[in-house]
């Protein structure tokens, strides 16, 4: 409902409860939910709720959460987060405080799934009035820390702390800890730092990878490095030619040096891709090998294909790469993408726009583009969205694979985790092999904090942030 999804989403963070929430060694805890249960199927799970208020005053129960929940997976709304949080057949309203989920399968995985910004709890009488939901681009109808103060879209959000919050910090003390917070949007990376050093902003978070010297060389500030999962995928679409012909998907992913384009886009910070959604910071990640850089066998498998003399994907087929001009790792891979599969004959033309542009325009619409996902809370999920035959967002690449469908299914239902891995490297191994993405390598996710910030931790997944658990110090500066 907002008018820009990039990066004023994660004011969202601020102003909205969710039922659980994501430490950063990807374990779930309690936000609205108080406790949490599901049947030996994991199929159905009931939630406790706290006893908690919106910030009209007016008190949290279980059918804000049912009402919340059924919006966002109603097909004529037409939410992008339909699916993302599992097979979500129906949502009860046990009583004022209890809320039952059944599922359409077995998902070991769902109190971590609901933490995700897709499950923050809006008053029913909003979010099922049109009128209503769709002013939530510029209103807040939370129950989170802090209540909205200003938005100045696309430049600040800024929030005053909850009177009535219901949270407290493991020290007994209640949450916020701070009374005022403003999220600040600095598009030029280098200015991001630049805001840090003269103490204009305490934290930041995902700065230009170019400036991770200069974050390690601050002496009034904590730099802020684990690995993380973040992609940039290049997406081939199977439904048109000549991605539907597995050859020439093989070729472009035996064409690319990943160390090369990990080494100059994200300065070397990450780790080289292997074709497969799932980074070494996922639980189940396959330990398995990236295809090999071989520029013989990518020019084998394209003449095996029916293009000895090479292709050119925009004149023969009128495809275009698509990315996003403004978020520096999406048009990096682009442009490195195209400069080394000119090396063995696969040539195109690029075309960039802004963010929200190839958001509204591209984003699961085109059959050729550069994509970016950030990483998510469960593995085996996120593949089943993305790449299952029945996936929510399978549209972006319409690949389909009934063995690996069985495998993800199988993976998400397992409760014993080595027959859980199993499953999970299989499903891996499809993926790099047969699938429809060239990924090049997964993102560490960076950042950094004055010396006088307390009580904050890096998140591996840069979209969980909860800055009411955020604390400055007695030597922070006043303004």
């Not at 600040?156 to 403003?182: K, N, Q």
């Not at 020019?299 to 087929?317: K, Q, S, V």
């Not at 690449?397 to 199993?422: C, G, H, Y």
Request: aromatic share 10%; no cysteine.
């Amino acid at each position: 409902m907002m008018s820009s999804k990039f990066p004023q989403r994660w004011g969202v963070k601020l102003f909205y409860s969710t039922l659980t929430r994501v430490s950063p060694d990807l374990e779930p805890y309690g936000d609205l939910a108080a406790d949490w249960s599901s049947n030996d199927a994991s199929d159905e799970w009931t939630f406790s709720l706290r006893d908690a208020t919106f910030h009209d005053g007016s008190k949290v129960t279980a059918s804000d959460v049912k009402a919340t929940f059924e919006t966002v997976y109603d097909e004529d709304v037409g939410s992008p987060g339909m699916g993302t949080m599992g097979d979500i057949q129906q949502v009860e309203a046990v009583d004022e405080t209890t809320v039952r989920f059944i599922l359409g399968g077995s998902n070991s995985d769902f109190a971590k799934l609901v933490s995700k910004g897709w499950g923050s709890i809006v008053p029913e009488d909003i979010v099922t009035d049109p009128e209503k939901r769709q002013a939530l681009g510029t209103e807040e109808h939370g129950s989170g820390a802090f209540t909205l103060e200003e938005f100045a879209p696309g430049d600040e959000l800024v929030g005053v702390a909850y009177d009535d919050y219901y949270r407290t910090g493991d020290d007994g003390e209640p949450l916020p800890y701070v009374d005022r917070i403003s999220q600040i949007t600095i598009p030029e990376k280098s200015n991001q730092v630049n805001a840090l050093r003269g103490e204009d902003v305490d934290i930041i978070w995902q700065p230009g990878y170019g400036q991770w010297g200069q974050l390690q060389n601050l002496s009034d500030a904590n730099a802020h490095r684990t690995p993380g999962g973040e992609i940039a995928n290049f997406v081939m679409n199977t439904s048109v030619e000549p991605w539907s012909d597995p050859r020439v998907r093989k070729a472009v992913k035996h064409a690319i040096d990943r160390e090369a384009i990990l080494s100059a886009v994200q300065d070397g910070l990450g780790v080289v891709g292997q074709d497969n959604l799932l980074s070494p910071a996922y639980d189940f990640h396959a330990d398995i090998d990236p295809p090999e850089q071989d520029l013989e066998k990518a020019r084998e498998l394209l003449a095996e294909a029916g293009y000895p003399d090479g292709i050119n994907l925009t004149e023969e087929f009128d495809l275009t790469l698509q990315t996003a001009s403004n978020i520096p790792h999406m048009r990096g891979t682009a442009v490195l993408m195209q400069e080394q599969l000119e090396e063995v004959g696969i040539e195109f033309e690029l075309e960039t726009m802004g963010y929200d542009t190839w958001s509204a325009t591209v984003w699961r619409k085109s059959p050729f583009y550069v994509g970016a996902y950030g990483m998510r809370i469960s593995g085996a999920n996120f593949m089943k969205l993305m790449l299952h035959s029945e996936g929510n967002w399978n549209s972006e690449s319409d690949w389909t694979n009934q063995e690996f469908d069985d495998l993800v299914d199988n993976a998400i239902a397992e409760t014993d985790r080595e027959q859980k891995q199993q499953y999970m490297n299989e499903a891996q191994t499809l993926v790099r092999d047969e699938g429809p993405y060239a990924i090049s390598f997964y993102i560490d996710t960076i950042g950094a904090s004055k010396n006088y910030v307390e009580k904050y931790e890096l998140n591996p997944l840069a979209y969980q942030i909860y800055p009411d658990e955020y604390a400055l110090g007695a030597n922070a500066p006043t303004k």
